[in-house]
Every structure is written in C-alpha cells, then in structure tokens.
C-alpha cells in the first residue's frame, strides 16, 4: 500500500502562485508514475500533470506553461508548481500513484482545496 498526503492548498488570487506537495508513504518506491488531478464543484475529475520514474512529463493544455510538475525521490514528494493561476483553477487538487504501464492510477490522496479570486 501506498499512502499520499497533499498540502499547500489555499486561497489566492488571479495571478498568484502555490506550490502543492504530495508526500508518499508506505510501499513507496521511485518506479511509480506519479500523477496530479482537480475536481471542480459539479464538474468530473480531470488530470492535470504527470511525471514518470525518469522525469518525462504530460500536462493538460490548460495548464501547459503556468504549471510545472517535479519530484523528489530521495524524500518520496511530488510537487506541482502553478503560476499564473485563473479563477477555474479553483478545485481541490488529488495526488495518484500507479505503477508504470497501468492505465488506472491505484493510490490516491485526500485532496487539498485550492481556491483563486477574481
């Protein structure tokens, strides 16, 4: 088993940045594909940004060029760096993990709300 805790949520405004954190604990290992994903009020959960063992990455359009996703393996943290942020960024935001070559992500964290003010 693998357990994800995310933080760095908050309430900003249109322009200004956060940077999430996922910590990852248990059956950790650097192999996994770790993942970022946002769920709006009434709309369904949407992948935002992913990054492999190796450090190769894939973002939404939306999010292409504001956000930067990395990680840490020495201290099992994935990080998502959002500049720039828009009003419909607002979401709570979940951390996912799963091994490479699965389609699903296995391991999910409780979200952190991030809220951006006109």
């Known amino acids: 088993q693998v357990q994800l805790v995310e933080s760095g949520g908050g309430l900003v405004q249109a322009g200004d940045s956060l940077r999430l954190s996922c910590a990852a604990s248990?059956?950790?290992?650097?192999?996994?594909?770790m993942g970022w994903f946002r769920q709006a009020p009434g709309k369904e959960r949407e992948f935002v940004a992913s990054v492999t063992s190796g450090g190769s990455t894939a973002y939404v359009n939306s999010v292409k060029g504001r956000f930067t996703i990395s990680r840490d393996n020495a201290k099992n943290t994935v990080y998502l760096q959002m500049n720039s942020l828009k009003p419909e960024d607002t979401a709570i935001y979940y951390c996912a993990a799963k091994l490479p070559g699965r389609q699903r992500y296995d391991y999910w964290g409780q979200g952190t709300q991030v809220t951006v003010s006109s």
């Open positions: 248990g059956r950790t290992g650097s192999s996994y594909v």
